[in-house]
């Protein structure tokens, strides 16, 4: 019974929370405000779908796959449970945050609304066990980012950046579309196991032209070198919770799509998985290069330092390293990208938030007019130090487990030797001008001296101190003790296999 | 029995900093205790380190506990779990340097409690103080690699801190110290690169991350060259050594931290790490580029810090140019590779006195800049000797050391073992270059305390330290002059962990008077030209082109620079064309993604 309710809770709350907001009117009249409201019913419906989600895999039943029907369109094993507690448990400090960072917004209901849509989407696509079920939710929680992005409605940037978002992620999603029809046109299905277990698929010459639709229309969600246009944009022009949603969850859902695809439905015979995880592994590399780069770039600009956009860009880098991983090509290497999901989603959606709060704070987004903050806030200087190191991999932060591993998994990987110290050498070259990047945010945040006018001491909102102080925390526990949550998804991987 | 009691007291070493550093920060309220204490946990480790010595009787023990499993193998399906071990390992190499750490970071610590007792923001030097040392001890202790790691990167990180601990003052006092930390957490980064990518093909080759079971393997020629990278870094050798001390008018080092710090870092910890990686796989790893290459690069190192100790004129750069220098002279006796591993004995030994005559110095050093109101430029001291008598003596024991003059001090022990050494392995290029810097350390280490205690008061208002500074130093005299008769006696065999009948200390004429006859002229040399309080030597200021080479020396040979111009500058640059991709102009966007979306189809249907 959990499996449906993982999927139809946030939409029903969805529904309720608009229902609220359409109502404000009549709840005021008895006295009820319809904002308090919003606010504890979805951090309700959050901490729910994300205690339901651990929940599910100890209540015995759930375990085996082989409880639901055999024509089903949805699987639930340990990695589904992974992946939804990770969406979940960030969906629920974004809403924590909300709580002060949405405080006297208009729309408030349609904002929670769509945000639990959009989990719900993200979960159809990690349960999904065909393509048409996983483009079903993809179409769901894309279409809920749009709006979400264009929060801000009365902003000009904000409209634009969804546009661009708009156009370059649908022209992915008729990729997958096409891919999905050419799939089914080609093999008679669209099922992962069946197509699994095809033997057309290697003879087909068609298959690797089939892999390359679905990798073009997953990478551009996945900001894939080029394809990532939309990315600095939406971030940076989206209310600071929804970046943190974006770079902690849609975009991973991207990479879960490539993983899926390659390795997964057209990963029955080793050869074209070894063939096409050497692509994706450069690809990786590529994206790494690009993402650092335009990083620095926005150090040189003359007017606006862009701290949410260096942010962006920062994800790109990331989103390299966990499709190197998966491009590893083995057990391990997938293993470690989803922890590096997890660390990332945790690093990067702390920063984010933590953008939230200093941009509310001074109104600006401008790196150069938040010199010092770390100094007139311990907190924030604490905060952002933390997340910095951990996304630059340097230890007691979990970055450094999930760096680590995804090193000793690509030289364990698939390739031939000298590929592997190749892509080792220069991932870890990337990470090291990644840590430069970040270490130049420090500089600006922490090191530097404030400016005459802001010499008092910063108030931070307490449940924006709440969800950060969670999230560091869980950062530093990662960091410290990686193993138990890392042997789970060693094991969810295992499970996928045997 | 005995075997739980030394894994136990190991554990003990290892967390009673780490544990203390974050109970430390609790302590907020009460400052007097929080400093104490955090001295105290030191101190713990100190007294266990000190039983662990003495328990131990040099046969090699590993103490390992599986970590994590790990399904292993490149196929798909493969569902085999792997255990990675991990563990302590105890043998004299470990032993004696937890011995050294913890002594010394007790000794600095307690030091610190006077020299930092003004400074606003304590909690945090405690806390990474504490760290660093709990940091460097996982790193010491550690039987694989990835506890090594884990502890050679909070090194590293704590380094970052601690060097950029002044941030907070106003204008350049802060920007400059932020700056360093950057700097050194950037370069030692590189490093980072090397060991990582060889961490990950060692347990490729063995499917073991314990560093005894490190093996050759394929592309073991390569791996060394990367390997090479991390005691580079970490221990500032020749390109990449600029992070530890840079030229003065570039002034953006690790000497922008508190006198403590470098200390810490200089006599301990940090660029120990480096030389302690090397001695610990020597006996394991024989790949002859890796040695080759490293005796080039200290070789220069080694020559070209004694030079830049020469020209600088701040007097901790002195010391942290000495320092590189030391370092390499201990690579240099690593790279011997004789059968015996003697060379190795020698670079360990080397290791222990230099760590106890530079913690001297630069405490020496903390002391005298403390009671002169933070002023470090040389030029402005001189004739030190009547306001700090204690200081004068106690400093003179550490230059001796540091010159390595025979029999009464630890360095000229050691000193002497390496020059030996090389010279019976007609190792001539470590010999000649051992020699000459040899005779450069006398040089410029009397030059260095002429300037500061000879001659007139060129200007510097001395106020006198108190009691805590004068106790530690006077400790730390006693060990450099007592360690060097401790290292031929009791300490032998437990030095060379097996009992063959080879003696670390014998008498050869020839590298024994050569090498004292640098000393020697370089003691004379030094005196004739700075002996009468003189800060510069007319000869260079009046020769053109001696002074050119003397401002490319304070200059750091450029090295900085040339960073800059290769490899900063090119990165932003080439971010911000690229970043014209992206403004939307000629919407670059879609040709761009067009073309990647060709691309990958192309490819996708020719290699699948």
Request: hydrophobic residues 55%; aromatic residues 12%.
């Given at each position: 019974m959990?499996?449906p309710?993982?999927l139809?809770?946030?939409l029903a709350g969805?529904?309720?929370?608009t229902l609220?907001e359409q109502?404000?009117r009549?709840?005021?009249?008895i006295?009820?405000?319809s ?13 729910g ?9 100890s ?5 085996n796959?082989?409880?639901l ?5 949805l ?6 449970v992974?992946l939804?507690?990770?969406?979940a ?12 960072y949405?405080k006297?917004?208009g729309?408030l209901?349609?904002y929670?609304a769509?945000?639990?849509t959009l ?7 990690v349960?999904a066990n065909?393509?048409f079920?996983?483009?079903?939710g993809w179409?769901?929680?894309?279409l ?6 264009a929060?801000?409605?009365?902003k ?6 969804s ?5 370059m992620?649908?022209?992915g ?11 089914y046109?080609?093999?008679?299905s ?6 699994r ?6 003879s ?8 390359a639709?679905?990798?073009?229309g ?7 070198l080029?394809l990532?246009a939309?990315?600095?944009d ?6 600071s919770t929804?970046?943190a ?8 859902a ?8 390659v390795f997964w439905a057209?990963?029955g015979?080793?050869?074209?998985v070894?063939s096409?995880s050497?692509f994706?592994?450069w ?14 770039a926005?150090?040189?600009?003359k ?7 260096i942010?962006?860009?920062?994800t790109?880098?990331?989103?390299g390293f966990?499709?190197?991983?998966i491009?590893a ?8 990208s989803?922890?590096h999901?997890?660390?990332h ?6 920063l984010?938030l933590?953008?939230?709060?200093i941009i ?11 010199k010092?903050?770390?100094r007139?806030s311990p907190f924030?200087?604490?905060?952002l130090t933390?997340?910095l ?6 230890p007691?932060t ?5 760096k ?10 698939n390739h031939t030797?000298?590929?592997n110290?190749?892509l080792?050498?220069?991932?870890i070259?990337?990470a090291?001008?990644?840590?430069g990047g970040?270490?130049?945010i420090?500089?600006?945040i ?8 802001g ?6 909102p307490?449940?924006?101190?709440i969800?950060?102080i ?5 950062i530093?526990?990662l960091g410290?003790?990686?193993?138990e949550v ?13 | 029995?005995?075997?739980e009691?030394?894994f136990?007291?190991?554990?003990i070493?290892?967390?009673s ?5 974050f109970i430390s920060?609790?302590?907020?309220k009460?400052t ?6 955090s001295v105290?946990t030191?101190a713990?480790?100190a007294v266990?380190?000190?039983i662990?010595f ?10 390992d506990?599986?970590?994590l ?6 196929d798909l399906?493969?569902?085999?779990d ?11 190499l470990?032993?004696l340097m937890t011995?050294?750490?913890?002594v010394?970071?007790?000794?600095i ?8 007792a ?5 909690s945090?030097?405690?806390f990474f103080?504490?760290?660093f040392?709990g940091?460097m001890?996982l790193?010491v ?7 090594l790691?884990?502890g050679?990167e909070?090194?590293g990180?704590c ?7 002044h941030y ?7 920007r400059k110290p932020?700056?360093?930390g950057?700097k050194?957490l950037?370069?030692?980064g ?19 991350l314990?560093?005894t079971?490190?093996t050759?393997g394929?592309?073991a ?8 990278l ?7 050798q020749f390109?990449l050594q ?9 002034n953006?080092d ?5 006198t403590t ?8 910890t940090?660029?120990?790490a ?6 610990r796989?020597?006996?394991?790893w024989?790949e002859?580029?890796?040695?080759v ?8 190192s ?10 600088t004129?701040d007097?901790?750069?002195v010391?942290?140019?000495?320092t590189?220098?030391?370092?390499s ?6 790279t011997?590779r ?6 190795l004995f020698?670079g360990?030994?080397?290791?222990l006195?230099h760590s ?8 020496s050093a903390?002391a ?5 109101a933070?002023?470090r430029d040389m030029?402005?001291?001189?004739g030190?000797r009547?306001e ?9 024991v550490?230059v ?6 025979p ?5 000229g022990?050691?000193?002497e073992?390496?020059i ?6 007609g190792?001539?290029f470590?010999f000649?270059v ?8 006398a040089?410029y280490?009397i030059?260095?305390?002429?300037m ?9 208002n001395?106020?006198k330290?108190?009691?805590i500074?004068r106790?530690?130093?006077g ?8 360690s060097?008769?401790?290292?031929e006696?009791?300490?032998q065999n ?5 009992n ?5 200390l ?5 590298p024994?008077?050569?090498s004292?006859?640098a ?11 700075y002996?009468?309080?003189q800060?510069?030597?007319s000869?260079?200021e ?8 003397r401002?490319?020396?304070a200059?750091?040979?450029y ?14 640059w080439i ?5 014209f991709?992206?403004t939307?102009k000629?919407?670059w ?9 060709i691309a990958t189809?192309?490819v996708l249907?020719?290699i699948?």
């Amino acid at each position: 019974m959990i499996l449906p309710l993982i999927l139809i809770i946030p939409l029903a709350g969805a529904f309720l929370l608009t229902l609220f907001e359409q109502l404000k009117r009549y709840l005021g009249k008895i006295k009820i405000d319809s904002d308090v409201l919003n606010h504890l019913f979805a951090n309700i419906l959050a901490l729910g779908i994300f205690i339901l989600a651990i929940l599910s895999y100890s209540i015995a039943g759930l375990k085996n796959l082989n409880t639901l029907p055999p024509d089903r369109l949805l699987e639930f094993d340990l990695l589904q449970v992974i992946l939804i507690s990770i969406f979940a448990f960030l969906v629920w400090m974004a809403v924590l945050f909300s709580i002060n960072y949405m405080k006297d917004k208009g729309g408030l209901g349609y904002y929670y609304a769509l945000i639990f849509t959009l989990l719900s989407g993200l979960s159809t696509v990690v349960m999904a066990n065909n393509f048409f079920t996983l483009f079903v939710g993809w179409e769901l929680f894309a279409l809920s980012s749009y709006a979400l992005v264009a929060f801000d409605r009365l902003k000009r940037g904000a409209v634009e950046a969804s546009l661009k978002y708009f156009i370059m992620s649908t022209a992915g999603s008729s990729f997958v579309l096409l891919g999905i029809a050419l799939t089914y046109g080609i093999f008679g299905s669209v099922d992962f196991a069946t197509l699994r277990n095809s033997t057309a698929i290697t003879s087909n010459p068609l298959t690797g032209f089939i892999i390359a639709i679905f990798v073009i229309g997953f990478g551009g969600t996945a900001a894939m070198l080029f394809l990532n246009a939309w990315l600095p944009d939406a971030h940076s022009h989206a209310p600071s919770t929804i970046s943190a949603l974006l770079s902690g969850m849609v975009v991973k859902a991207g990479a879960y799509g490539i993983y899926r695809t390659v390795f997964w439905a057209f990963g029955g015979s080793n050869d074209i998985v070894a063939s096409s995880s050497v692509f994706i592994s450069w690809l990786g590399i590529l994206t790494m290069f690009e993402g650092n780069l335009l990083v620095f770039a926005q150090f040189w600009r003359k007017d606006i330092i862009d701290f949410k956009r260096i942010l962006a860009y920062s994800t790109t880098v990331h989103l390299g390293f966990i499709v190197l991983g998966i491009g590893a090509g083995t057990e391990v290497g997938i293993s470690a990208s989803i922890f590096h999901i997890l660390t990332h989603s945790l690093g990067k959606g702390s920063l984010f938030l933590l953008s939230g709060t200093i941009i509310a704070a001074i109104g600006s987004r401008d790196l150069r007019e938040m010199k010092g903050i770390g100094r007139r806030s311990p907190f924030i200087g604490i905060v952002l130090t933390i997340g910095l190191l951990s996304l630059g991999g340097i230890p007691i932060t979990g970055g450094f487990a999930s760096k680590l591993y995804v090193i000793l998994a690509i030289f364990n990987g698939n390739h031939t030797e000298i590929m592997n110290i190749l892509l080792v050498v220069l991932a870890i070259i990337n990470a090291v001008l990644a840590l430069g990047g970040y270490l130049y945010i420090l500089k600006f945040i922490v090191f530097d001296e404030p400016e005459a006018k802001g010499e008092e001491k910063l108030k931070i909102p307490v449940f924006e101190a709440i969800a950060l102080i969670i999230m560091v925390l869980v950062i530093i526990v990662l960091g410290v003790w990686p193993t138990e949550v890392f042997n789970q998804i060693i094991q969810a991987i295992g499970n996928l296999f045997t | 029995m005995m075997i739980e009691t030394l894994f136990l007291l190991s554990i003990i070493t290892v967390l009673s900093p780490l544990v203390g550093a974050f109970i430390s920060l609790l302590l907020k309220k009460w400052t007097a205790i929080r400093d104490i204490f955090s001295v105290l946990t030191i101190a713990v480790s100190a007294v266990t380190a000190v039983i662990i010595f003495i328990l131990f009787d040099g046969a090699p023990k590993p103490y390992d506990f599986n970590w994590l499993s790990w399904s292993a193998g490149s196929d798909l399906a493969s569902t085999t779990d792997q255990v990675i071990q991990s563990g302590f390992y105890l043998d004299t190499l470990s032993v004696l340097m937890t011995l050294i750490v913890t002594v010394l970071s007790m000794l600095i610590a307690f030091f610190s409690l006077e020299y930092m007792a003004e400074d606003k923001h304590r909690s945090r030097y405690w806390f990474f103080m504490q760290l660093f040392v709990g940091g460097m001890l996982l790193l010491v202790l550690a039987h694989d690699m990835i506890f090594l790691f884990l502890g050679w990167e909070i090194v590293g990180l704590c380094s970052f801190f601690l060097i950029a601990h002044h941030y907070m003052k106003k204008g350049e006092e802060g920007r400059k110290p932020a700056l360093s930390g950057i700097k050194a957490l950037i370069m030692t980064g590189i490093g980072d690169v090397g060991f990582l990518a060889f961490l990950a093909w060692a347990y490729l080759q063995t499917n073991s991350l314990l560093v005894t079971d490190l093996t050759s393997g394929s592309n073991a020629v390569f791996m060394s060259i990367l390997l090479l990278l991390a005691p580079v870094t970490k221990s500032a050798q020749f390109p990449l050594q600029s992070w530890l001390s840079s030229g003065d008018t570039v002034n953006i080092d690790a000497m922008q931290g508190p006198t403590t710090v470098s200390a810490l870092i200089h006599a301990a910890t940090m660029v120990k790490a480096g030389v302690y990686l090397v001695a610990r796989i020597s006996p394991l790893w024989g790949e002859p580029v890796f040695y080759v290459i490293l005796m080039i690069l200290a070789g220069i190192s080694t020559v070209g810090a004694a030079i830049a100790a020469l020209v600088t004129t701040d007097l901790k750069r002195v010391l942290a140019y000495s320092t590189i220098s030391q370092l390499s002279y201990m690579f240099l006796a690593f790279t011997i590779r004789d059968a015996g591993e003697h060379g190795l004995f020698a670079g360990q030994a080397h290791l222990l006195s230099h760590s106890i005559f530079k913690a001297l110095l630069f405490l020496s050093a903390g002391a005298i800049i403390h009671s002169i109101a933070e002023e470090r430029d040389m030029k402005k001291m001189g004739g030190m000797r009547k306001e700090l008598p204690w200081i004068y003596g106690f400093m003179l024991v550490g230059v001796i050391g540091l010159m390595g003059i025979p029999i009464i001090s630890n360095g000229g022990y050691s000193k002497e073992m390496i020059i030996t050494t090389a010279f019976e392995n007609g190792n001539w290029f470590v010999f000649v270059v051992g020699v000459l810097a040899a005779f450069l350390t006398a040089l410029y280490a009397i030059r260095m305390f002429l300037m500061i205690f000879h001659g007139k008061n060129r200007g510097a208002n001395v106020h006198k330290p108190k009691y805590i500074m004068r106790i530690t130093l006077g400790i730390l005299a006693v060990i450099v002059v007592a360690s060097g008769f401790v290292l031929e006696g009791p300490l032998q065999n437990k030095l060379t962990g097996h009992n063959e009948a080879y003696t670390l200390l014998h008498f050869v004429p020839l590298p024994f008077f050569v090498s004292l006859g640098a000393i020697i002229l370089g003691i004379g040399l030094s005196y004739l030209l700075y002996g009468k309080g003189q800060t510069e030597v007319s000869l260079i200021e009046n020769n053109n082109v001696l002074r050119f080479l003397r401002d490319v020396v304070a200059h750091g040979f450029y090295m900085d620079h040339l960073y800059n111009a290769v490899f900063v500058k090119p990165v932003f640059w080439i971010g911000n064309q690229l970043s014209f991709l992206k403004t939307g102009k000629i919407n670059w966007n879609m040709i761009l993604g067009s073309f990647v979306a060709i691309a990958t189809i192309v490819v996708l249907v020719v290699i699948v």
